[in-house]
């Protein structure tokens, strides 16, 4: 995999998917929020077949974060139904939310979130959410991938190692396996998270804010590693607040505000109303994609200082 | 003086004994806590843990299950409150193990008069350890180190990245409840010799003069268990013949470790600084002639 490989503005992975394609993931009529009568997400509907590389996109508290942690498994839906390969779940009304409670977790000690199949999944946290002081190397943090099937002692053995130097060598970072994370750079430490996700060879790639905080350089060095990936049939899941940078070069944009407003390639997706109803904001009438970034942008500083397309959302605070 | 005087006497022999086990567990379940950010959980459970043991005595309940009982509570207290966001661990642990520890004190001015020395679990008294704190002592060292060796990969993960973890079916929770009991196991089984007042100190700072000492996880584990026994060793000999209290002089021994590894990373740091027109760095190179290092 060639992890330099750097995709230009505008080439983008095919998104050419068969319509008798499977779905690797189902989402029905699905509700959740933090706070009791207070939905953060509302009738939820989406199918996600094999192979697609997707983002989620809106503005802070838009309940984007929130629907990639339903899907991964950290919150529990208040009502709906999902279906990822061949597992299903079905939620019926109740506002148990968030985390496990001391009560919850007494009455049933397994699992209080949606059972997903976790080595179905590879996950990249954003990467701010740890500390990179953390005394460890490399290639503990990539073999935590597959910590349930690298034996029962403390040290990785042999085989593990070598899987991990796999995985680095396959991202470019080859003689970082001994390396202590604190040495590493940002774009450096975003793919030590992708080789974590990798490691376990997940059948889907979920990503929250994989360009978030990130030079110009790092995020093309991500986007070429990630349609790489896709290029050889990784199914991709991705949230990001960047429009013009990352969202708009994607190959199927999911715009969210609460519920799904709009979905399809950018040019579809992104319509002035699209966006004037994910982000509620004017924009350029003539320019539904090329510099519709930009200008929302401008258009969010002047008009909504306080809900601006940074990447400290709402929900980064809820968590 | 002949140096081999003390391990003459039993009692002193099974202090040491005690202590050098004490030291390394203490020393080894440090490790999690400081690097979880829990630093304040030790000085608070060995204070409720307090409360639990004279609250036991006084109603008759055996004292080693009603402290583990009692710590244990404590422990999972402070996660749920701590859990719920609004209010950070430290002040839950705060609340909660003072008014534990506070409980205890009232047990005791309320009914005056005692045949258990409570004075030893306040403060410790190494040399009055008897067979069955030794045993307890021993039994929990083992269970400890057997909880380490089999869960550290899940214990690593979850101090590193927990919100991951849980994706990657790590049972938090579960772990969470484990890692309180064993260390309300660690803490009953240290306060006769260290003292609950005092303990905090053996908890923390092996730990955090490993941490002064490497990078790597794995080393940090095995200096901080080092570390932990080596100030027992010495505090509990240099006790004898100094004629102090063990307890506090294992715990000097300890903010002394903690001195000297934190002057040893200092020393270092300043060796290996460099600047480069108006870029300061620091990072292994050798000081040769040619200033040998890579970028």
């Known amino acids: ?319 | 003086m002949d140096f081999l005087t003390p391990f003459q006497y039993e009692f002193f022999t099974r202090g040491i004994i005690a202590a050098i086990l004490v030291g390394g567990t203490c020393g080894l379940i440090g490790v999690y806590i400081v690097l979880r950010g829990m630093s304040y959980i030790g000085h608070g459970m060995s204070h409720a843990v307090f409360g639990g043991a004279v609250v036991s005595y006084v109603i008759g309940f055996n004292y080693y299950v009603g402290a583990a009982i009692w710590g244990f509570l404590s422990a999972l207290l402070i996660n749920e409150i701590s859990r719920r966001r609004k209010i950070k661990a430290d002040a839950a642990i705060g609340v909660v193990t003072t008014a534990g520890f506070a409980i205890g004190v009232l047990f005791i001015t309320a009914a005056q008069s005692f045949h258990r020395n409570f004075e030893a679990i306040l403060f410790g008294n190494i040399l009055g350890i008897m067979d069955q704190d030794l045993y307890v002592i021993i039994l929990v060292s083992i269970f400890t180190v057997i909880f380490v060796f089999f869960f550290q990969k899940r214990l690593l993960f979850v101090l590193f990245d927990k919100e991951t973890a849980r994706v990657y079916g790590v049972r938090t929770e579960i772990l969470e409840i484990v890692f309180a009991l064993i260390l309300a196991l660690v803490v009953i089984a240290s306060m006769n010799s260290i003292g609950v007042t005092l303990l905090a100190t053996a908890i923390v700072a092996p730990a955090i003069s490993a941490r002064m000492l490497t990078n790597n996880f794995l080393r940090m584990i095995i200096f901080s268990s080092l570390i932990g026994i080596t100030i027992a060793f010495l505090g509990m000999y240099s006790s004898f013949f100094f004629d102090t209290a063990s307890g506090s002089t294992i715990v000097l021994f300890g903010a002394g470790a903690f001195g000297i590894s934190s002057l040893y990373a200092f020393i270092r740091k300043a060796y290996h600084s460099h600047t480069h027109g108006s870029v300061k760095h620091t990072h292994p190179h050798l000081h040769t002639d040619q200033h040998l290092h890579k970028h």
């Open chain 1, 1 to 319: 995999m060639g992890h330099g490989s750097l995709h230009e503005k505008g080439d983008m992975p095919s998104h050419d998917l068969d319509d008798g394609v499977e779905n690797l993931l189902t989402i029905r009529d699905l509700t959740f929020g933090y706070m009791p009568h207070n939905p953060v997400l509302e009738g939820i509907n989406l199918d996600i077949p094999k192979g697609r590389f997707l983002g989620l996109l809106g503005p802070s508290g838009s309940g984007k974060s929130t629907l990639l942690k339903i899907i991964i498994g950290l919150h529990r839906p208040w009502q709906g139904y999902i279906k990822f390969c061949s597992n299903e779940f079905n939620y019926t009304k109740s506002f148990n939310s968030t985390s496990s409670s001391l009560g919850s977790y007494l009455v049933n000690p397994i699992k209080n979130s949606i059972s997903t199949p976790f080595s179905l999944i590879g996950y990249v946290p954003q990467i701010e959410s740890v500390d990179w002081n953390f005394p460890v190397t490399v290639m503990e943090v990539v073999g935590m991938g597959i910590w349930n099937r690298s034996g029962v002692y403390p040290w990785f053995g042999r085989r593990t190692r070598e899987n991990v130097q796999r995985v680095l060598a396959s991202l470019g970072i080859a003689d970082y396996a001994k390396r202590q994370i604190r040495e590493l750079s940002g774009g450096e430490q975003q793919r030590v998270f992708l080789a974590r996700a990798l490691i376990g060879n997940p059948q889907i790639l979920v990503l929250d804010e994989p360009t978030s905080g990130v030079d110009y350089n790092t995020r093309e060095k991500i986007f070429g590693i990630l349609t790489d990936l896709n290029l050889k049939g990784m199914t991709i899941i991705l949230t990001t607040h960047d429009i013009s940078g990352l969202g708009k070069r994607l190959p199927w944009l999911v715009c969210i505000n609460k519920s799904i407003i709009s979905q399809g390639p950018p040019n579809e997706a992104l319509t002035q109303q699209n966006l004037l109803k994910t982000y509620g904001l004017a924009t350029d009438k003539d320019d539904p994609v090329g510099k519709m970034g930009d200008s929302l942008s401008i258009s969010t500083k002047i008009n909504s200082p306080e809900k601006g397309l940074d990447a400290t959302t709402h929900e980064d605070k809820e968590r």
